[in-house]
């Protein structure tokens, strides 16, 4: 029985991470082209910034959602990149 305990609780371990939500971020770079990518905010590559949400949307659809609101805001975004 304690064998069964253990194996389950590093199943569920190792598995836990697999589950964990997808994060989605608009972006802008150091020129002003703006876009969604998907990862953790760490992931975020150097020279680019989050807007709106700067802990991450839960979907892509979120995301597209604010982008959509600030894309044709010269002064946040000069273009999108899709």
Known sequence: MKQFVVASVLILGLASPAFAAAKFFVTVDTVGNCS???GGAAGLSAGK?????????????????????IRKDTSKCKRVIE
Request: hydrophobic letters at 40%.
């Open 36 to 38: 969604v990518v998907e």
């Open 49 to 69: 910034t989050a807007l709106g949400e700067t802990g991450g949307y839960a979907s892509m659809a979120d995301a597209d959602k604010y982008l959509a609101e």
